[in-house]
């Protein structure tokens, strides 16, 4: 199994983590949706069918950002709000990991 493989495959077993009525929580959950979709939308075509097509925006940055936030949310929190802040962050970070794969893979496919 490839690294894009086996990153896919963890990420599609990896269920999205929930809301939060806490307002900066849930208005980093609904940025993670929206990470969430470039990378589906871009990774599953190639995966499926060799498509490649990568997103538009900057997919590494972008979750490079949340992941960060979601970090400085995590260490000024406790409690549940911690617990989801650390579900966000580990979150981002396997969408930047499945993204980077994606990548790396397009680049050295003939």
């Known amino acids: ?3 894009l493989e086996a990153a896919v495959s963890t990420w599609r077993h990896k269920p999205f983590p929930s809301g939060s009525a806490n307002d900066a ?3 980093l959950h609904a940025d993670l949706a929206l990470a969430d979709t470039w990378v589906a ?3 599953i075509p190639f995966v499926d069918h ?3 097509q990568p997103a538009q925006v900057d997919v590494i940055g972008e979750t490079r950002k949340l992941r960060d936030r979601a ?3 995590g ?3 406790s409690g549940e709000d911690k617990t989801l ?3 966000y962050r580990d979150y981002a970070a396997l969408l930047m990991h499945v993204y980077e ?3 790396t893979r397009a680049s050295s496919k003939p």
């Open 85 to 87: 802040a650390d579900a």
């Open 101 to 103: 794969s994606f990548l």
């Open 41 to 43: 939308e871009a990774v």
């Open 50 to 52: 060799g498509t490649f």
């Open 25 to 27: 929580l849930d208005e």
């Open 1 to 3: 199994m490839s690294d």
């Open 75 to 77: 260490r000024s929190s």
């Open 71 to 73: 970090a400085q949310l």
